[in-house]
């Protein structure tokens, strides 16, 4: 084996070791990080949620639950991956961000950073969209002199009501997003999988 070979297959056991392989961790690590009570959802996953953020350079960084990615590495967009007997979907992606402008007041929270439906399983387990998203996804930003967000990734089963849904679309303005409030009015009940990354303001 060349070195560089060693050298990849280094970094790929080390990704392997990084992303989710628990979903009582995951769940574990909501509630350590107070997700449920600050999202107001039930968090009851049966599937692992695999969100990977392609590098300039390198291997994708795969997300485990609370891991802290510096900003520069968070440009996306992520690709999307299950680990689970969830289905081929369809599903909805959403990721939020309930601590913008700081954690201490969350006065423009939630922010919309990504929604997403019509994904569907394809058979190495990646998410696929077979249409645009509402919202694209929108790089953590948050502002100088703040503690780091939580950028939190929820996958749903997408319903019926999801599709014909007029509440956003993509001139909604994504702050004062409320996910709970969402899913509860296009029926998307409570989330199957997800996980989130900390992130703190560009140094
Ligand atoms: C941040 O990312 C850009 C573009 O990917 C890269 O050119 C730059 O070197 C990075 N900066 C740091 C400090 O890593
Ligand atoms: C988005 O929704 C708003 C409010 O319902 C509506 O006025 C606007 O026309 C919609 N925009 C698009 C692109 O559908
Ligand atoms: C979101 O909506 C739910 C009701 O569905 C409410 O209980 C909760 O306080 C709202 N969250 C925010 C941040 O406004």
Request: without cysteine; negative net charge.
């Amino acid at each position: 084996m060349h070195l560089s070979s060693a050298i990849v297959s280094l970094a790929f056991a080390f990704l392997a070791l990084g992303q989710d392989v628990s979903i009582a961790a995951v769940k574990k690590a909501f509630t350590n990080a107070n997700i449920p009570t600050d999202l107001d959802i039930v968090f009851e996953p049966t599937a692992l949620l695999e969100v990977s953020l392609p590098q300039t350079a390198g291997p994708p960084i795969t997300l485990h639950a609370g891991i802290h990615v510096p900003r520069n590495d968070t440009a996306g967009p992520p690709t999307f991956h299950v680990a689970g007997n969830v289905g081929k979907g369809p599903f909805v992606v959403a990721t939020v961000d309930p601590d913008a402008p700081t954690p201490q007041a969350p006065t423009s929270a939630q922010i919309r950073h990504f929604l997403g439906g019509n994904f569907v399983l394809n058979n190495g387990g990646l998410l696929v969209n077979s249409t645009p998203a509402i919202s694209e996804f929108r790089q953590p930003t948050p502002p100088a002199g703040s503690d780091a967000h939580r950028y939190i990734f929820l996958l749903f089963k997408q319903s019926p009501a999801f599709a014909t849904q007029t509440l956003v679309n993509s001139s909604t303005p994504v702050q004062l997003f409320n996910i709970s409030q969402f899913a509860s009015a296009v029926d998307l009940g409570n989330p199957i999988a997800g996980t989130f990354m900390l992130v703190a303001p560009a140094a």
